[in-house]
C-alpha cells in the first residue's frame, strides 16, 4: 500500500517488542499501541536506526541482511484498482484521528513537515476494514517470494505487522542508504499518488531495481524487509505511498 496504506510490512507473528514509534501486531487480540507524536515535533529521519537494544527483542529474520539485498525488487504495474486507492485515501481520512500518527523530517529551507506517516494498523483497524485487500497483499508477497526470493517464508505464519500511511510532501526523505524495515518478513510498498503529475522527485532507491519503481497510481513493489532501501527528497507535490 501507499499513501493511504503507506507500506504493508508483513511480518511472523513471534513480535515480542514494539519500539516506539512502530507499531506492531502481536496477535489477533493483543495489539502494541503505537506512540502519537505531537504535532509541534518533528523526528529526524537520521535518528530513525535501529539501536542493538531493539533488535535484540525482535524476531530474528528468516532470510540474512546479504541474501535480502540480493534479491530483486518485484515491481507489479498497476495492482491497485483507482477504487480500491481511493478507499484507502478516504478510510485514512476518516480513521486519522484514532491512529498513531508521526512526523519524520521537514523541509530544509522553509522547515514546514515534509513527511507525515499515520499508523493504519492501529487496534486492527485497517485489517478489519480491508480483509479481502490485506490477503490480496499478503498473497502478492507470497507469490513473490516463491517465484523470485528462494521461497525463504514457506511456512511461516504471516500477518501485517504494521500498515503505514505516508504523506511526503517538498523536501520529503529517507535519507538512511542502509534502512531496513526490522523485525519483518515481506515489505509491500503500494503507490496512491500519480507519479509525475501528483509528486516529483521521491525515486524509490535499492541495490539492483532496474528502472523506477513506481510509474503509475496502484503500482505495487514486494522485497524481503531486509533489504536496503531509501528514498529520495520529493521536490513538487504530495507523494502517498
Known amino acids: 500500500m501507499a499513501a493511504v496504506l503507506g507500506r504493508s510490512v508483513l511480518a511472523a507473528p513471534c513480535a515480542p517488542h514494539t519500539p516506539a514509534s512502530t507499531p506492531s501486531l502481536v496477535d489477533d487480540a493483543s495489539i502494541a499501541s503505537p506512540s502519537i507524536v505531537d504535532d509541534a515535533s518533528i523526528v529526524d529521519d537520521a535518528s530513525i536506526v535501529d539501536d542493538d537494544a531493539s ?10 541482511d546479504d541474501a535480502a539485498n540480493r534479491c530483486p525488487v518485484v515491481k507489479l504495474p498497476r495492482f491497485l484498482g483507482v477504487a480500491e486507492v481511493a478507499a484507502i485515501h478516504a478510510f485514512a481520512d476518516e480513521v486519522g484521528d484514532l491512529c498513531g500518527a508521526q512526523r519524520k523530517c521537514a523541509d530544509a529551507a522553509t522547515g514546514e513537515p515534509a513527511w507525515d506517516t499515520l499508523y493504519l494498523s492501529t487496534d486492527l483497524r485497517f485489517n478489519r476494514r480491508f480483509p479481502a485487500l490485506v490477503a490480496k497483499l499478503l498473497g502478492a508477497a507470497r507469490a513473490a517470494d516463491a517465484a523470485t526470493f528462494g521461497d525463504f517464508g514457506r511456512g511461516a505464519a504471516l500477518r501485517p ?7 511526503v510532501r517538498r523536501g520529503g526523505e529517507l535519507r538512511h542508504e542502509h534502512h531496513v524495515d526490522s523485525g519483518s518478513c515481506y515489505t509491500v510498498d503500494c503507490m496512491l499518488a500519480r507519479p509525475d503529475d501528483d509528486f ?12 523506477r519503481a513506481f510509474d503509475d497510481l496502484g503500482d505495487v513493489v514486494v522485497f524481503p524487509s531486509h533489504k536496503r532501501h531509501n528514498v529520495r527528497p520529493v521536490t513538487r507535490g504530495e507523494r502517498s505511498v
Not at 55 to 64: E, F, V, Y
Open 161 to 167: 505487522r504494521v500498515i503505514e500511511y505516508h504523506r
Open 55 to 64: 533488535l535484540s527483542l525482535l524476531p530474528a529474520p528468516l532470510l540474512s
Open 200 to 211: 516529483s522527485g521521491g525515486d524509490f532507491v535499492a541495490e539492483g531495481l532496474e528502472g
